[in-house]
C-alpha cells in the first residue's frame, strides 16, 4: 500500500529535550515536506527536500532542522524543544514537477512542557 | 507570496443537502494548482479535489465538484447530497505551477480552514 508513515504519533516530552520525528514513504517520490498546523492557522510549511541531499527552509523554520540521507526518508529534529513548537505535525511528499498532488502522512501531536 | 483565505470559519449542512464552501487566493502567477483538503476527527489530510489553473472545465469527484472563476480568483467547493462522513475541517491549498527554482515552488499555501458539520 502506497504510503507515508511518520513516528510517534503522539509524543509529550519537557522542554530543551533533543527529538526526532521519522517520516517515511514507499512512492518514490523526490519532494518531501513538513508541516506544522496550529489553530486560527492552517497549515505551515518548516523544511523540505527536493531530492536527496537537497533540503530548504519553508516558512517557519526556526527551531528545527530536518537530513535527507536516502530518499524514502525526511526526519524532523528538534535540537532543543520549546513550548511554542507544541504542534500538529504533517509529512507529505510528492513527484513534484508537473504532477501536483501531495500525500500526507497520520500527523503527530507533539506537546512540550 | 501567495495568500489564501477562507472566510467561512465553520459552516452547517443538512444531511442530503448540498453545501458550498468559499475559498479566494491572491497570486500574480498564471500557472498554478488548487486543492481541497479533508481533515476529518483521524487528523489524516485526504485530497479531496484538485484543478490545474489552465483548465477552464471545472474539476468534479462524486459529489464533489468546484466552480473555479480564475479572473475573480475564487475557488468554491460544492458538496452535493451531503452525508454525515463529510462533517471535517476543509483546507483549500494553492501550489505554484513553476518549476522548482529553489524558492521553494512546490509549497503548499493552505487557507485557515472551514469546519463543516452535518445535521442527521
Known amino acids: 500500500e502506497a504510503q507515508v508513515t511518520q513516528n510517534p504519533r503522539y509524543l509529550i516530552t519537557v522542554t530543551g529535550k533533543k527529538l526526532t520525528v521519522t517520516c517515511s514513504q514507499n512512492?518514490?517520490?523526490?519532494?518531501m515536506s513538513w508541516y506544522r498546523q496550529d489553530p486560527g492557522l492552517g497549515l505551515r510549511q518548516i523544511y523540505y527536500?527536493?531530492?536527496?541531499?537537497?533540503?530548504d527552509k519553508g516558512d517557519v523554520p526556526e527551531g528545527y532542522k530536518v537530513s535527507r540521507k536516502e530518499k524514502r526518508n525526511f526526519p524532523l529534529i528538534l535540537e532543543s524543544p520549546s513550548p511554542n513548537q507544541t504542534s500538529l505535525y504533517f509529512c507529505?511528499?510528492?513527484?513534484?514537477?508537473?504532477?501536483?498532488?501531495?500525500?500526507f502522512g497520520p500527523g503527530t501531536r507533539l506537546t512540550v512542557t | 507570496a501567495q495568500t489564501v483565505t477562507q472566510s467561512q470559519p465553520e459552516m452547517s449542512v443538512q444531511e442530503a443537502e448540498t453545501v458550498t464552501l468559499s475559498c479566494t487566493y491572491d497570486?500574480?502567477?498564471?500557472?498554478?494548482?488548487l486543492f481541497w483538503y479533508k481533515q476529518p476527527p483521524s487528523r489524516q489530510m485526504i485530497l479531496v479535489i484538485r484543478?490545474?489553473?489552465?483548465?477552464?472545465q471545472n474539476a468534479t469527484e462524486n459529489r464533489f465538484s468546484v466552480n473555479f472563476q480564475k479572473a475573480a480568483k475564487s475557488f468554491s467547493l460544492k458538496i452535493s447530497d451531503s452525508q454525515l462522513g463529510d462533517a471535517a475541517m476543509y483546507f483549500c491549498?494553492?501550489?505554484?505551477?513553476?518549476?522548482?527554482?529553489?524558492?521553494?515552488?512546490?509549497?503548499?499555501?493552505f487557507g485557515k480552514g472551514t469546519k463543516l458539520s452535518v445535521i442527521p
Open positions: 497570486t500574480s502567477e498564471s500557472d498554478y494548482y
Open positions: 512512492m518514490n517520490h523526490e519532494y
Open positions: 491549498a494553492y501550489r505554484s505551477g513553476l518549476p522548482y527554482s529553489g524558492a521553494g515552488s512546490y509549497q503548499l499555501t
Open positions: 507529505a511528499s510528492g513527484i513534484g514537477g508537473g504532477r501536483s498532488e501531495q500525500y
Open positions: 527536500s527536493m531530492n536527496v541531499e537537497v533540503t
Open positions: 484543478q490545474e489553473a489552465y483548465k477552464q
